[in-house]
């Protein structure tokens, strides 16, 4: 599985678009892009995953490069709650969980 | 639908006992996966289970064991624990093996002493 770059942390303010990125340049091209975060004390949450096309589910917008090179996670309004470690990882669709590797992510803390 | 479920939420003990920790995955999903989380190694891939049988496992002695029963609930154990045995363990559910995305419980923290 490919490996991913993310800064260690980031701020945003309460109510603004959080724009947290990712490189992946190794991806290969059955290898879909998946977004976790963790807020303390519980388990990794899924946000969204994709592989070539922009997605959009109810928690975020991911937007993936013409040449999948890289990746942003865009929370669109970003709340206290949204205080968290988000996880970018690449992975093929099919292949034993074991490869699943979180990295340290992004922390994000969102201030009022 | 109920999430994963995971019990104790919290355990402690001491070392050389062993621990046996609980999850029920979310309804339907038949895969079943365990992680170990600690500040210095961050989450680290236990084993996988799906329709009870092993189907990968990670870099962790034998001392860490597990497995699943026919309704896909799983337990792990922890043989002869040792101080860093200590750290948040979670199991994560999915529909099939190898089909992401992974849906986690919060865990249970373990600490030994």
């Known amino acids: 599985d490919a490996k991913t770059t993310q800064p260690p942390s980031m701020d945003c303010a309460e109510g603004r678009a959080a724009n947290l990125p990712c490189n992946h340049s190794t991806i290969s091209g059955n290898e879909y892009v998946y977004w976790y975060r963790q807020i303390h004390s519980q388990g990794p949450q899924y946000i969204i995953h994709?592989?070539?096309n922009n997605e959009t589910n109810e928690m975020a917008s991911l937007i993936i490069t013409e040449d999948r090179k890289s990746s942003t996670l865009i929370l669109p309004h970003a709340t206290l709650r949204d205080t968290a470690v988000y996880y970018c990882?690449?992975?093929?669709?099919?292949?034993?969980?074991?490869?699943?590797?979180f990295g340290k992510g992004t922390k994000l803390s969102v201030k009022p | 639908k109920a999430g994963v479920t995971q019990t104790p939420r919290y355990l402690i003990k001491t070392r050389g006992q062993q621990v046996t920790l609980s999850c029920s995955p979310i309804?339907?999903?038949?895969?079943v996966s365990w992680y170990q989380q600690t500040p210095g190694q961050g989450l680290q891939f236990l084993f996988e289970?799906?329709?009870?049988?092993?189907?990968n496992k990670g870099n962790f002695p034998g001392r860490f064991s597990g497995r699943q029963f026919s309704n896909s609930r799983s337990e792990m154990n922890v043989s002869t624990l040792e101080l860093g045995d200590s750290a948040l363990y979670l199991c994560a559910s999915s529909l099939e093996t190898g089909i992401p995305p992974l849906h986690f419980g919060n865990g249970t923290r373990l600490t030994v002493t």
């Open positions: 309804s339907g999903h038949r895969s």
């Open positions: 990882i690449v992975r093929v669709a099919r292949g034993s969980q074991g490869n699943l590797i």
């Open positions: 289970y799906f329709s009870e049988t092993q189907r």
């Open positions: 994709g592989l070539k």
